[in-house]
């Protein structure tokens, strides 16, 4: 079946400017991830969504990064005034279980480049 | 809180040696152990995890790890590496109970030459 997958795959823009960054998870996975892959720094934790209860925003860092997760499927990661430092690879995952313990399934990555 | 180290940034090794990948980790509360895989232009993928149970996990393409409560490891070994497994390899920690945050360590690149 078809995997995570995440859009754009790359995005240049202009420091100030807004992005999107979309993720379409699994089907019927219920739990969602974001993560910011920095050269060098890993996987930065960013926020979770798990079925219809309040997302674990604790990994957002800054009131500049916000997401939100429509019917349970779709997410969108969405970056306002973008600054130099924002530049990363974003990653998304999907899980089937509740999310602890559960496997993350990672989609291929948005690299986003601001100027 | 919670936190993974993992000690080493770079293992170069030849192939059909064997290799170890350290991770160590420190929580407040029980834990699940993952390690994570991700070959050159791929997207992450999971390599074993360490839920309950044996503390000696089996994963994909011959890898095995053991978690060490005692020493708060979980180390990633090998007893004979392929030019293939070549790959950054990233360890993770989430809770097992009450508030769930994922934290992945900084990675381990694994060079294997010829």
């Known amino acids: 079946g078809a995997g995570v997958s995440q859009s754009p795959s790359n995005k240049v823009t202009e420091k100030g400017k807004d992005v999107e960054l979309r993720c379409d998870p699994i089907?019927?996975?219920?739990?969602l991830y974001w993560y910011r892959q920095s050269l060098g720094q890993g996987l930065e934790f960013l926020i979770y969504?798990?079925?219809?209860?309040?997302?674990?925003k604790s990994g957002l860092p800054s009131d500049r990064f916000s997401a939100e997760r429509t019917g349970g499927s779709v997410s969108t990661l969405t970056i306002q005034r973008t600054q130099q430092e924002d530049s990363a690879v974003y990653l998304c995952?999907?899980?089937?279980?509740?999310?602890?313990?559960?496997?993350?399934?990672f989609g291929p990555g948005t690299r986003l480049l601001v100027l | 809180a919670q936190s993974v180290t993992q000690l080493d940034s770079q293992v170069p090794v030849f192939e059909e040696a064997p290799v170890e990948l350290r991770c160590n980790y420190s929580?407040?509360?029980?834990?699940?152990l993952f390690w994570y895989v991700q070959y050159p232009n791929q997207g992450l993928q999971l390599l074993l995890k360490?839920?309950?149970?044996?503390?000696l996990v089996k994963g994909i393409n011959g890898f095995e790890a053991e978690f060490n409560k005692s020493q708060t490891s979980f180390h990633l070994r090998k007893p004979s590496v392929h030019i293939s497994d070549t790959a950054e390899y990233y360890c993770?920690?989430?809770?097992?109970?009450?508030?769930?945050?994922?934290?992945f360590g900084r990675g381990t690149s694994l060079i294997v030459h010829p």
């Open positions: 360490y839920l309950s149970g044996s503390t």
């Open positions: 995952a999907s899980g089937g279980g509740a999310g602890v313990g559960g496997t993350q399934y």
């Open positions: 969504f798990q079925g219809n209860s309040a997302p674990d």
């Open positions: 089907s019927g996975h219920t739990a």
């Open positions: 993770a920690v989430s809770g097992s109970g009450g508030s769930y945050r994922p934290t």
């Open positions: 929580s407040s509360v029980s834990v699940y």
